[in-house]
């Protein structure tokens, strides 16, 4: 069963930065879109950014710009790079494959400051 471990959370103030990495512990990213998920207080969980196997990225609309989706395959991980931080952008942030996700890591927590 793959599990995925994500990380690099951590408080900012609002215009700060943090890049958060996904490790897998299997080789599951070089054949498969993976994204970033978000989850606020009270709120359901939303998509914030995917990166397919080609690789091409896509964002919502609320991060474009500021975040950026890479992958490095052999190392099993992906990164969210996080610019500009908002504190709308303080939620639990997960990783996961889009199609037929995998069990939930425990995700990691963003909080902005303002």
């Known amino acids: 069963q793959v599990q995925l471990v994500e990380s690099g959370g951590g408080l900012v103030q609002a215009g700060g930065s943090l890049r958060l990495s996904c490790a897998a512990s299997?080789?599951?990213?070089?054949?498969?879109?993976m994204a970033w998920y978000r989850q606020a207080p009270g709120k359901e969980r939303e998509w914030v950014a995917s990166?397919?196997?080609?690789?091409?990225?896509a964002y919502a609309d609320s991060v474009k710009g500021r975040f950026t989706i890479s992958k490095d395959n052999a190392a099993n991980t992906v990164y969210l790079q996080m610019n500009s931080l908002k504190p709308e952008d303080t939620a639990v942030y997960y990783c996961?494959?889009?199609?037929?996700?995998?069990?939930w890591g425990q995700g990691t927590q963003v909080t902005i400051s303002s």
């Open positions: 996961n494959r889009v199609w037929k996700p995998y069990p």
């Open positions: 299997g080789d599951i990213f070089a054949l498969n879109t």
């Open positions: 990166i397919t196997s080609g690789p091409t990225t």
